[in-house]
């Protein structure tokens, strides 16, 4: 039996953000024993902790969805980190597939600097074609100079900014429309503007998540259409980003990035997490 944890991350209360399942003692799992066991929780994500290659690094670790394996995501890290940080202040470094995540922690909050800067793919999707996959008209798709785009930072993500927080709740996945446009990049970040930040949705059916509540990985890999729609000052801009409003499991991301010349130099997001399950799972048989 193994021991895991369950966490509900980007929030400072119980029954929201995006819950996350913590198994511990994972070093002897395959990955198709890993993926079993998330499956098992059909959560968003569920994270696998290790022993680190390196022993000055606090854990190697594995995330799943519950049909797929990823480099990196954004709620696994920050539950993970401020699990094994147990309240305590200071610096960890966790050994992702993406690469080493180092994430600092002070008075309950975690911030992760991600592992990949962002970057822009060359081809963007139209908004005829954000419009249709989303079920909305064309002119609820940009504003400013937000146009969609292809974005990843260790996991790659389809941008679609929305005129209004009206168009944002009216957002569906829409069938084949939906499913052409994600085949390559079968995740969907719609946002609009919300105060000085972003309210936000994201949509994976096929990686088994209609809608998640809080994507931080998503959030890292947004400062490069941010960056491209001017949104970003030179030096460093912090953004508030709400996700899973229309959920019923509000979420708050912090997002900082910083930027010189017009490049981005660095992308660090922020948040908490509260415990709100522990237990013990079989380990499935290979």
């Known amino acids: 039996m193994l021991e895991f944890l369950v966490y509900d991350v980007f929030t400072d209360r119980a029954f929201a953000g995006n819950p996350l399942a913590v198994v511990m003692g994972a070093d002897g799992l395959s990955g198709a024993q ?37 480099p990196f995501a954004g709620h696994p890290t920050v539950g993970c980190a401020l699990h094994l940080a147990n309240g305590s202040d200071g610096r960890l470094v966790l050994e992702e597939e993406a690469g080493t995540v180092p994430v600092e922690i002070r008075d309950g909050l975690a911030e992760f600097e991600a592992p990949v800067l962002p970057v822009l793919q060359p081809e ?30 260790g996991t790659g993500f389809v941008f679609a900014p929305l005129r209004d927080l009206q168009a944002l709740a009216q957002a569906c996945p829409a069938g084949a429309a939906f499913e052409d446009l994600t085949r390559q990049t079968p995740k969907l970040y719609a946002y609009a503007p919300d105060g000085d930040g972003f309210r936000a949705r994201m949509f994976a059916p096929a990686n088994g998540i209609p809608e998640d509540p809080a994507t931080g990985s998503a959030a890292a890999a947004l400062a490069a259409p941010l960056l491209a729609a001017g949104a970003l000052t030179e030096g460093e801009t912090r953004l508030l980003l709400h996700q899973g409003i ?41």
Request: with cysteine.
């Open 34 to 70: 890993m993926q079993a066991i998330a499956r098992q929780f059909n959560l968003s994500e569920t994270i696998f902790v290790m022993s680190p290659r390196n022993p000055s690094h606090a854990a190697r670790v594995r995330i799943f969805l519950p049909l797929a394996e990823i």
């Open 124 to 153: 963007a999707p139209s908004p005829e074609a954000v419009a249709a996959a989303l079920g909305l008209d064309a002119d609820q798709v940009g504003f400013g100079q937000h146009c969609p785009q292809v974005a990843e930072a």
């Open 246 to 286: 229309e959920m019923g499991r509000p979420s708050r991301i912090g997002l900082r990035v910083t930027t010189a010349a017009g490049r981005l130099i660095r992308v660090c997001v922020s948040g908490r997490a509260v415990r709100v399950a522990h237990g013990r799972i079989r380990i499935p048989e290979e």
